[in-house]
């Protein structure tokens, strides 16, 4: 059984970084799929940047290329998401997928999901 566990998110400055990680247990890792998503208050869920199973390819939903970046830490089953330059739309809560089947675009699909963790970004 898998499970997912996200580190805690914050409370930051427009501009600042803030860097997000998810640790997952059991063995579905190196070769599958990982995510994330975020939620933000009265909107939908929607993906933010997936990465693939080896060898690990990242994608990104147009909003966030080239101030996001997601990675792994296979030796450690480890997901990342460093965050920079975190703008006011960027809050939400922040979710980590785990045991993704497949991405497609920047979704990740079919996999298990963190808890969530809050992200706020102030002007």
């Known amino acids: 059984q898998i499970q997912v566990v996200e580190s805690e998110g914050g409370s930051v400055q427009a501009g600042d970084s803030l860097s997000l990680s998810c640790t997952i247990s059991?063995?579905?890792?190196?070769?599958?799929?990982l995510g994330w998503y975020r939620q933000a208050p009265g909107k939908e869920r929607e993906g933010v940047a997936c990465?693939?199973?080896?060898?690990?390819?990242?994608y990104y939903r147009d909003s966030v290329k080239g101030r996001f970046t997601i990675s792994t830490d296979d030796a450690k089953k480890t997901l990342y998401l460093q965050m920079d330059r975190l703008k006011p739309d960027d809050t939400a809560k922040y979710y980590c997928?785990?045991?993704?089947?497949?991405?497609?675009?920047?979704?990740?699909?079919?996999?298990?999901w963190g808890q969530g963790t809050q992200v706020t970004v102030s002007s």
């Open positions: 990465i693939t199973a080896i060898p690990r390819v990242g």
């Open positions: 997928v785990a045991g993704a089947d497949y991405c497609s675009n920047f979704r990740a699909y079919n996999g298990i």
């Open positions: 059991g063995s579905r890792f190196t070769n599958y799929a």
